[in-house]
T-cell receptor, first 115, second 113 residues
Framework: KAGVTQTPRYLIKTRGQQVTLSCSPISGHRSVSWYQQTPGQGLQFLFE???????NKGNFPGRFSGRQFSNSRSEMNVSTLELGDSALYLCASSLTTGIKVYGYTFGSGTRLTVV | DQQVKQNSPSLSVQEGRISILNCDYTNSMFDYFLWYKKYPAEGPTFLIS?????DKNEDGRFTVFLNKSAKHLSLHIVPSQPGDSAVYFC????????????FGTGTRLTVIP
């Protein structure tokens, strides 16, 4: 079956702009989580969506937001981009919420560069 | 504050020898630990996990050891193969609360043929 699909793979934006990233989970998976990967910080949790509801949010400013659609696809949005937002954004899908039982499958990520 | 730490950014090992990757954590509420492997331009892939009720879990060439009193876990790869060259992330999940993972900063393993 198809894996987790993230689009676009690469993105270059200018400081102050906004950006929307997309994630299509594995068919049948209802939970989608987003992580930011930077060299110094590793992977940091942004938020988790399950059944179109945000269930959990990490320690990121309000410029970072997301949503999930009825087909479980998810988008994340970053407004007023800053240079420090340059990172690899990873989406992970899971059958349902509950990492200990169901685990994650990660997508390949979207590499965002802010100039 | 980094609750999961991987203090070695890189490790080089000869093919056939043992690779030992280390991870420390600070949060005593963590009760489930995972290792992920990441190749360039790909997302992390799950490797092995361990629950806090165990101190060892083995899967083929990969063994994870957990020392709860020291808040330390390690991943052993025996024997190491060139295809094991990747970045390895340690991750932890808390007993209560949210289901997200806390990741370390990763260790780049290079297996030299």
């Amino acid at each position: 079956k198809a894996g987790v699909t993230q689009t676009p793979r690469y993105l270059i934006k200018t400081r102050g702009q906004q950006v929307t990233l997309s994630c299509s989970p594995i068919s049948g998976h209802r939970s989608v989580s987003w992580y930011q990967q930077t060299p110094g910080q590793g992977l940091q949790f942004l938020f988790e969506y399950f059944s179109e509801t945000q269930r959990n949010k990490g320690n990121f400013p309000g410029r970072f937001s997301g949503r999930q659609f009825s087909n479980s696809r998810s988008e994340m949005n970053v407004s007023t981009l800053e240079l420090g937002d340059s990172a690899l954004y990873l989406c992970a899908s899971s059958l349902t919420t509950g990492i200990k039982v169901y685990g994650y499958t990660f997508g390949s990520g979207t590499r965002l560069t802010v100039v | 504050d980094q609750q999961v730490k991987q203090n070695s950014p890189s490790l080089s090992v000869q093919e056939g020898r043992i690779s030992i990757l280390n991870c420390d954590y600070t949060n005593s509420m963590f009760d489930y630990f995972l290792w992920y492997k990441k190749y360039p331009a790909e997302g992390p892939t799950f490797l092995i996990s361990i629950s806090s009720i165990k101190d060892k879990n083995e899967d083929g060439r990969f063994t994870v050891f957990l020392n709860k009193s020291a808040k330390h876990l390690s991943l052993h790869i025996v024997p190491s193969q060139p295809g094991d060259s990747a970045v390895y992330f340690c991750a932890a999940s808390a007993r209560t609360g949210a289901n997200n993972l806390f990741f370390g900063t990763g260790t780049r393993l290079t297996v030299i043929p």
